[in-house]
């Protein structure tokens, strides 16, 4: 069954760094249209970026300046690299293709000092 697995969220400091990865296995094709996520406590999931199949990149105007979206189409994943982190960053950050409807597992930012 196709997957994308997640990784690199963690505890981080007001003002640090953290990059998520997001690898898709198991997929018959390659994902080239990606899209972030995020979801904080009590609250709707929010979008976060997207990059597409033609290299457009999007971001919401919450995280733009701060977060880049990219692509390793060698290994089929995205990554987000987040910088400037703030304490209203904290949420569960997902990964998202559309094509294949698939999300991943979800990786916890918590920025805090």
């Known amino acids: 069954q196709a997957q994308l697995v997640e990784s690199g969220g963690g505890l981080v400091q007001p003002g640090g760094s953290l990059r998520l990865s997001c690898q898709a296995s198991r997929t018959m094709f390659s994902i080239n249209y990606w899209e972030w996520y995020r979801q904080a406590p009590g609250t709707e999931r929010e979008w976060v970026a997207r990059i597409t199949t033609g290299g457009s990149i999007n971001y919401g105007d919450s995280v733009k300046g701060r977060f880049t979206i990219s692509r390793d189409g060698a290994k089929n994943a995205v990554n987000l690299q987040m910088n400037s982190l703030k304490p209203e960053d904290t949420a569960v950050y997902y990964c998202?293709?559309?094509?294949?409807?698939?999300w991943g597992q979800g990786t916890q930012v918590t920025v805090s000092s």
């Open positions: 998202y293709s559309p094509r294949g409807a698939i």
